[in-house]
DNA sequence: GCCGCGATAGGGCGGAGGACCTATTGCGCT
DNA sequence: AGCGCAATAGGTCCTCCGCCCTATCGCGGC
């Protein structure tokens, strides 16, 4: 269901960090992580994930030269501290399918993860705008993608700990029956049966502050 | 009551990877971040973190150059790319309280957060791994502190999505009278009242998989 | 040896919560 | 004009949940 990848980068702060952000997005999980690029060829050997997200710059053996090694096997996104030409045209050589600055945006980095994911590619800087563009929502559940409005609203009160019927119809300003009629909804809509699933559920979709 | 902390760092990814990763330490907030050295300071005329988390190498204004401008207000720990005893002995300089790599796994990096926040100092690269390891445990709640090994299991359990008293007793190997007394015990603890707000608590508590 | 407490288990009681159904209003799309 | 649907609200029923109290067993500490 989700998009399986997984993250090569020698900063553990850098990797692990951008693990957990991603991992956080409901269409995107974090299989695995690499120190190096010995590392990445190992943990490739054994897994296959749907996207490889690569740093040039790491010891022992680079991202580009992982890449030539791999031949592109799953599709790779090279990933770089300073964004310069030279550097885009050695990644586009070594099979690498994207290319994006450690400066990019979170979410331009996710819809980048979907694009080579659905197979296209994202080396021409010009193009990648418009491509990412067609990427930019996540993709969510079957049964969170038919969520209403308000259904959200009531999930992420949920979420912040307000439980009672009687609590989120004040925060709401609706009845009672009408809180107890979007629960029913919901717990249909993402196939659940209570309360405290619901809040499992809003979390893992990032729904809640 | 959680270490209110600012990162500063010019790679998004790093950056908001780096403040999701450290938000869901239960005992440390990331209240805001910043691009370069300016925004840091911008920032800090308008709040007042417990730390601040620094990269050296930014654009406009450096995360040293900052730090001088600050005269060390909130206790500071740069972070950087390669770690030199040139960039330390700089870092000490400007007023910096910590000094660490980004290569530093996530533990050693919260652990040095607690440090600074509790007034120590992290800049004798030799003493560093002994108040490090002083550091090293979360700072729970005062009511997550007293669950017992029991109450964690069953709301880990809570949190993958497992609510009723009947599913929760077949997992433990329990009675039904028994999931609800461990429960009652919960709520008394964490002062809540019900299954939903304890997978709330789980969940910000770091209590689950 | 005994106290405290974690883990186990039972009973009763009242209310909250979930399942099922109906109904009205207003909006947007056709 | 008519359809679909989100948002609102009401009703009933019965289960399950939260609350209070009691009780036993075994372990570790004073």
């Known amino acids: 269901m989700a998009i399986r990848i997984v993250i090569a980068d020698d900063h553990t702060m850098l990797r692990e960090g951008l693990a957990q952000a991603l991992d956080s997005i409901p269409d995107i999980e974090v299989i695995a992580t690499a120190a190096d690029g010995r590392e990445l060829l190992t943990l490739l050997a054994e897994i296959t994930p749907d996207v490889i997200l690569v740093d040039i710059e790491m010891p022992r053996l680079s991202g580009i030269g992982a890449l030539r090694k791999l031949e592109g096997a799953p599709p790779a996104i090279v990933v770089t501290m300073h964004s310069e030409d030279e550097q885009r045209r050695k990644a586009a050589a070594a099979g690498a399918k994207g290319f994006l600055s450690k400066s990019a945006p979170l979410p331009d980095l996710a819809a980048a ?13 010009a193009a990648t705008a418009d491509i990412l563009d067609r990427h930019r929502q996540p993709i969510l559940d079957e049964g969170a993608a038919a969520l209403t409005g308000r ?40 196939a659940i049966t209570d309360r405290a699933q619901a809040v499992v559920e809003a979390i893992r979709l990032g729904i809640h502050r």
């Open 151 to 190: 259904e959200r609203e009531l999930l992420s009160l949920l979420a912040s700990g307000v439980s009672s019927t009687e609590d989120l119809a004040d925060r709401l300003f609706i009845s009672q029956k009408t809180v107890k009629n979007h629960l029913a909804s919901i717990y249909d809509k993402l």
């Open 113 to 125: 993860i979907r694009s080579v994911a659905a197979g296209e590619e994202l080396l021409d800087a």
